[in-house]
Nanobody, 127 residues
Framework: QVQLKESGGGLVQAGGSLRLSCAASGRTFSPYAMGWFRQVPGKEREFVAVIRWSGVYTDFADSVKGRFTISRDNAKNTVDLQMNSLKPEDTAVYYC????????????????????WGQGTQVTVSA
């Protein structure tokens, strides 16, 4: 089993920054990719960003491109999401996820391709 735990959420004013971190533990951690998703009440979980566990591939939702970056530390089994120029519409619970099945492209936008999930961390951006 893999356990994922997010940290770094909180309350920030519009235009500010937050850095979310996801720490993995459990079985030998070697996912194919790691992702960040977010969800607001009453809506489906929404793709934010993905990073391959090896190589340089990353992808972002159009709504966060140019503002968010994703990075990983393979030695520490962590994935970070740096969020800059935050907007009120970024308010959500943010989840990290680990995917162990090989896929590519827009499949990563679908939560079903991820096998393990954290419990989420709240991000609130005030206007």
């Amino acid at each position: 089993q893999v356990q994922l735990k997010e940290s770094g959420g909180g309350l920030v004013q519009a235009g500010g920054s937050l850095r979310l971190s996801c720490a993995a533990s459990g079985r030998t951690f070697s996912p194919y990719a790691m992702g960040w998703f977010r969800q607001v009440p009453g809506k489906e979980r929404e793709f934010v960003a993905v990073i391959r566990w090896s190589g340089v591939y990353t992808d972002f939702a159009d709504s966060v491109k140019g503002r968010f970056t994703i990075s990983r530390d393979n030695a520490k089994n962590t994935v970070d999401l740096q969020m800059n120029s935050l907007k009120p519409e970024d308010t959500a619970v943010y989840y990290c996820a680990a995917g162990y099945r090989r896929t590519s492209g827009s499949n990563w936008y679908n939560p079903r391709w991820f096998d393990y999930w954290g419990q989420g961390t709240q991000v609130t951006v005030s206007a």
